[in-house]
C-alpha cells in the first residue's frame, strides 16, 4: 500500500514538472513572438508615436468639426473605404479628428484628451500591420503604451503617452473594442 502511494506521488511529480516545463516553454515562445512582432512593426510603432505629438504630419486632412462620435465614425469610414469604430472613451474629450499618413498606411486619427493627459487613436488599414495570429495586441516602445485590435480591415490602435501604464493602454483598447 505504502509503495502504491509512493508511486502515485511519484507520477503525480512527474505530471507536474512537464505541466511546468510545457507552460514555461508557452510563455517563452509568445515572448519571442512578441519580440519578433514588435520588431516587424516598429517603423510603424514609431510614426504612431510621432502622431501622438503631430509629428511627421502631412497636409492631415480634417473630419468635421462634430463631437458625436458615431457620426465621425461614419464621414471617416466613407472617406477611408473601409471599418472605423466610433471613438467613445468615458470622460475623454475629442480634440481633433482627421486624416493622416501614419509611415506609408492613410489612418484616422482621433486626440483626446482627460485630466492634462493626451492619447490618440488610430485606424489603420491591416495590411498596414504584420500581425497574422491576434485579435488583440499591445506593445510598449520608447516608454510609449499602444494596445490595439484587428476588426474588420482595420487595426485600431490606442497610443498613449509615456505616463500611461500598459494596464491603462489595454483598459481604454477594451473599452473602444466594446464601442
Not at 510545457?22 to 510614426?47: F, S, V
Not at 504630419?57 to 473630419?63: E, G, L, T
Not at 485606424?123 to 476588426?151: K, M, Q, T, V, W
Amino acid at each position: 500500500m505504502k509503495n502504491r502511494r509512493t508511486a502515485s506521488l511519484v507520477v503525480m511529480l512527474i505530471i507536474s514538472i512537464g505541466a511546468a516545463s510545457m507552460y514555461i516553454n508557452h510563455l517563452q515562445h509568445e515572448a519571442e513572438e512578441r519580440e519578433e512582432y514588435l520588431e516587424a512593426n516598429r517603423p510603424l510603432l514609431l510614426a504612431m508615436i510621432d502622431s501622438l505629438y503631430n509629428r511627421g504630419d502631412q497636409n492631415p486632412q480634417a473630419v468635421a468639426d462634430n463631437s458625436d462620435a458615431r457620426a465621425l465614425s461614419k464621414e471617416m469610414s466613407k472617406r477611408l473605404g473601409r471599418d472605423v469604430p466610433p471613438v467613445k472613451l468615458a470622460g475623454w474629450k475629442i480634440e481633433n479628428v482627421a486624416i493622416v499618413k501614419v509611415n506609408t498606411a492613410e489612418a484616422g486619427r482621433w486626440q483626446l484628451s482627460k485630466d492634462g493627459k493626451r492619447v490618440t487613436v488610430l485606424s489603420l488599414p491591416a495590411s498596414a500591420f504584420n500581425i497574422e495570429d491576434y485579435e488583440d495586441y499591445d506593445f510598449r516602445l520608447e516608454n510609449h503604451a499602444i494596445a490595439g485590435f484587428l476588426r474588420h480591415g482595420s487595426i485600431n490602435c490606442v497610443v498613449c503617452e509615456p505616463s500611461f501604464s500598459d494596464a491603462e493602454a489595454i483598459r481604454l483598447r477594451d473599452e473602444l473594442k466594446r464601442g
